[in-house]
């Protein structure tokens, strides 16, 4: 079982890499499309996934709770195409969803400047003024994207276990030196590893979808981590009552062995005039 994420600069030959690998090693390629689909037959977040795709969300859409409910069911969808394993993940933070689990192989494509501005000319017919605007975009986006959503540096080298740079390196090659990478990474032991911490964290999930979106019990902030079945809710609710019937909650949800209840209570209040 293994997994490797790919995040890449627009025209840094993402796409040609990731789908090169994916036929050398016989793995699957998840994509934009792919959750989009998976998170579409969920019946959920109908024209929000575009709002926040890859995007640098604007202030309205920032503070909206679709906000929160297409970051729920990103992390979500990831998760479930991981449990799968043998897959590569294209962009959408994945790496940022990941980070820490055994098993998993995070890399970042960058190019030069004037080679991505070639390539730009050539993928969308535009001249060299408008080709610069879009990359400049593209990097301001995906840049707001991790930093707004995984609190990310996305260009940060420290994300990532391998960096290439595909000013002169073909898809070819860079696929080659990534697949000769899994060949020692992924063993025996750290496959069982990282099929239980991937279990736990799809566990945590269900629990958050439970919580919030069918009993929708109002916690705020809501966070929920899993080990070996036991979990442990964090978040702020109004009152001891609403904390309670979330713990509630989160006990009948299939895997759950236990609950430790960590959500703050922070009592509503109403402001009320000075008389005069």
Known sequence: MGIITISRELAALGDETAKELSKRLGWRYVDKWTLEERIRAAGELSGKFEKYDERKPSFFASISEDRDEYLHFLKTAILDEAAGGDCIFMGRGAFAVLEGVPGVLSIF??????ARIARVKSYFHCDEKRAKQLVSQSDNDRSG????FFEKEWKDPDNYHLTFNTSNLHPE????????????????PVNDECSIILKDMSLARKVVHYIRYERKIGVHFLDVTVSCGKARLHG????ALMADTAMAAAAVVPGISSVQNDIQIVQEYTVRPYKI
Do not use: D, P, Y
């Not at 860079?174 to 992924?186: N, R, V």
């Open 109 to 114: 494509l960058v190019s030069s400047m004037k």
């Open 236 to 239: 702020v609710a109004n009152s």
């Open 145 to 148: 994207f991790h930093k707004f």
């Open 173 to 188: 090659l860079c696929a080659e030196l990534i697949k000769g990478c899994t060949q020692s990474l992924f063993s025996g």
